[in-house]
């Protein structure tokens, strides 16, 4: 028998209904917003991800499925595609590529779909995994370094997760400087670790030598003394990017949406600049985030592009679902009427009243007319439905038809011209 590969999985129901669920909600929430959805390719030139992303960091480096697409003949070379492992350098490629910069004002984003890394599986974490996500980019002169553009986002992320019902959520920011910045701080970092990088865990000694930041975002209980004695970022900050960072949470402040600043926060991809933010949620153990992103000022030239600051986030849509299943409960709406049809015949009245029920928008779920009541009901039960609708040879002539409710056993009789008000009366 042949399996799902590895770190992969099926989406079934009824859990599909919480996916349906949350992306129907991310589409409503980011509609108000005035963000408009964008779709990039799965496949994309390996040098997109290796110039943006970064070399020297872990997806690049160890988590790509990337292969070398074969030349179409002997003497052409190959080009070498991946599987994206993010969606933001697409986007940014996208925004290049159609010289989106030549629309009026802000471009807003948002993507859903799925990305690919090749990284252990585990709960919650998969090599084909879904991520909602959306970007603001455009020039300066539109606004798009604004501090105001990333408390907006921020606000309307906290706004998402209370449409969904995720309660207790953190949020947590940093600011991770401009390209100068970073410089010094990773000059700081490098003179610190390496007095102690020998007693810190494979991975941490092997960024302190290519990306001495990714240090901080280590997990290893054991290297958490040794982080909290290393320099911090916003010692290295300059007077622009002080007052950026300051002047996010004046407005976040202003619209009541609650933060911890964490000076250790960093994101693992190399574009970041100033703004970095993270929203967590006990749910989910240690590995806690919900989402994450910030700001890339740099990212649009870094590609080839004109200057275009922007700001972006990406949900694991994986881990969001996770997190609903195990605070919210079920969301999937339940079959609102089981129609039984009985005896020869009856499955053409059944079906005419589930098409008249439908259209007022009432889940019906048919059974067949070889059914005896009995398997009628528990198949109705079995289905999960509020109630059963009796559609007999006597109901169809004497124009009275029975409704039972498959909860109380409470059943009343209903002319026919009068289902659809009765079905819709009862809160449907």
Same mark, same amino acid.
Not at 37 to 44: G, K, Q, S
Not at 60 to 89: C, H, I, Y
Not at 308 to 330: C, H, K, N, S, Y
């Given at each position: 028998?042949?399996?799902?590969?590895?770190?992969?999985?099926?989406?079934?129901?009824?859990?599909?209904?919480?996916?349906?669920?949350?992306?129907?909600? /991310?589409?409503?929430?980011?509609?108000?917003?005035?963000?408009?959805?964008?779709?990039?390719?799965?496949?994309?030139?390996?040098?997109?991800?290796?110039?943006?992303? %970064?070399?020297?960091?872990?997806?690049?480096?160890?988590?790509?499925?990337?292969?070398?697409?074969?030349? =179409?003949?002997?003497?052409?070379?190959?080009?070498?595609?991946?599987?994206?492992?993010?969606?933001?350098?697409?986007?940014?490629?996208?925004?290049? +590529? @159609?010289?989106?910069?030549?629309?009026?004002?802000?471009?807003?984003?948002?993507?859903?779909?799925? *990305?690919? =890394?090749?990284?252990?599986?585990?709960? %919650?974490?998969?090599?084909?995994?879904? *991520?909602?996500?959306?970007?603001?980019?455009?020039?300066?002169?539109?606004?798009?370094?604004?501090?105001?553009?990333?408390?907006?986002?921020? +606000?309307?992320?906290?706004?998402?997760?209370?449409?969904?019902?995720? *309660?207790?959520?953190?949020?947590?920011?940093?600011?991770? %400087?401009?390209?100068?910045?970073? *410089? =010094?701080?990773?000059? &700081?970092?490098?003179?610190?670790?390496? +007095?102690? /990088? @020998?007693?810190?865990?494979?991975?941490?000694?092997?960024?302190?030598?290519?990306?001495?930041?990714?240090?901080?975002?280590?997990?290893?209980?054991?290297?958490?003394?040794?982080?909290?004695?290393?320099?911090?970022?916003?010692?290295?900050?300059?007077?622009?990017?002080?007052?950026?960072?300051?002047? /996010?949470?004046?407005?976040?402040?202003? $619209?009541?949406?609650?933060?911890?600043?964490?000076?250790?926060?960093?994101?693992?991809?190399?574009?970041?600049?100033?703004?970095?933010?993270?929203?967590?949620?006990? &749910?989910?153990?240690?590995?806690?985030? $919900?989402?994450?992103?910030?700001?890339?000022?740099?990212?649009?030239?870094?590609?080839?592009?004109?200057?275009?600051? #922007?700001?972006?986030?990406?949900?694991? +849509?994986?881990?969001? $679902?996770?997190?609903?299943?195990?605070?919210? #409960?079920?969301?999937?709406?339940?079959?609102?009427?089981?129609?039984?049809?009985?005896?020869?015949?009856?499955?053409?009245?059944?079906?005419?009243?589930?098409?008249?029920? =439908?259209?007022?928008?009432?889940?019906?779920?048919? %059974?067949?007319?070889?059914?005896?009541?009995?398997?009628?009901?528990?198949?109705?039960?079995?289905?999960?439905?509020?109630?059963?609708?009796?559609?007999?040879?006597?109901?169809?002539?004497?124009?009275?038809?029975?409704?039972?409710?498959?909860?109380?056993?409470?059943?009343?009789?209903?002319?026919?011209?009068?289902?659809?008000?009765? /079905?819709?009366?009862?809160?449907?």
């Amino acid at each position: 028998m042949i399996k799902s590969v590895r770190g992969t999985r099926d989406l079934l129901p009824p859990e599909t209904e919480t996916w349906n669920f949350v992306e129907a909600a /991310v589409r409503d929430v980011f509609r108000i917003y005035n963000f408009h959805e964008i779709r990039t390719p799965i496949l994309e030139d390996l040098q997109l991800f290796q110039r943006s992303v %970064g070399e020297e960091t872990d997806i690049v480096s160890k988590e790509m499925f990337a292969w070398e697409d074969r030349a =179409r003949a002997q003497s052409e070379k190959g080009q070498w595609l991946a599987l994206r492992p993010e969606n933001t350098a697409g986007v940014v490629r996208a925004y290049i +590529e @159609h010289k989106l910069w030549e629309r009026p004002g802000l471009q807003r984003f948002y993507y859903i779909g799925p *990305q690919f =890394r090749r990284e252990r599986p585990q709960k %919650g974490r998969y090599r084909q995994f879904y *991520q909602v996500g959306a970007e603001i980019i455009g020039p300066t002169s539109a606004g798009s370094e604004s501090p105001a553009v990333d408390a907006e986002v921020l +606000e309307m992320l906290a706004a998402l997760l209370d449409r969904l019902g995720i *309660q207790n959520w953190t949020l947590i920011l940093n600011s991770v %400087g401009c390209a100068a910045d970073r *410089q =010094r701080f990773n000059e &700081a970092l490098r003179t610190a670790l390496k +007095e102690v /990088v @020998h007693k810190m865990c494979a991975d941490c000694q092997r960024r302190a030598v290519t990306n001495p930041q990714r240090v901080l975002d280590c997990k290893v209980p054991e290297d958490q003394p040794i982080i909290e004695s290393l320099p911090r970022m916003n010692d290295f900050l300059d007077e622009p990017c002080r007052t950026h960072f300051a002047e /996010v949470q004046k407005i976040l402040t202003a $619209v009541e949406v609650p933060f911890v600043i964490n000076h250790r926060l960093v994101r693992g991809l190399d574009y970041y600049t100033r703004t970095a933010f993270e929203f967590t949620h006990g &749910a989910l153990g240690a590995q806690n985030a $919900v989402l994450g992103g910030g700001r890339y000022d740099g990212l649009s030239e870094s590609l080839g592009g004109p200057p275009a600051p #922007g700001i972006g986030f990406a949900i694991g +849509e994986d881990r969001l $679902v996770m997190t609903l299943q195990e605070t919210a #409960g079920a969301v999937a709406r339940p079959v609102d009427v089981y129609i039984a049809p009985l005896g020869a015949g009856m499955n053409a009245e059944a079906a005419r009243l589930a098409r008249e029920l =439908r259209r007022h928008d009432v889940a019906v779920s048919l %059974g067949d007319e070889s059914f005896r009541l009995k398997k009628s009901l528990e198949t109705a039960s079995k289905t999960g439905a509020r109630y059963a609708l009796i559609v007999g040879e006597n109901e169809v002539n004497s124009g009275q038809f029975a409704l039972k409710n498959l909860g109380t056993g409470e059943q009343v009789t209903i002319l026919r011209e009068e289902i659809p008000v009765k /079905v819709l009366s009862l809160g449907m």
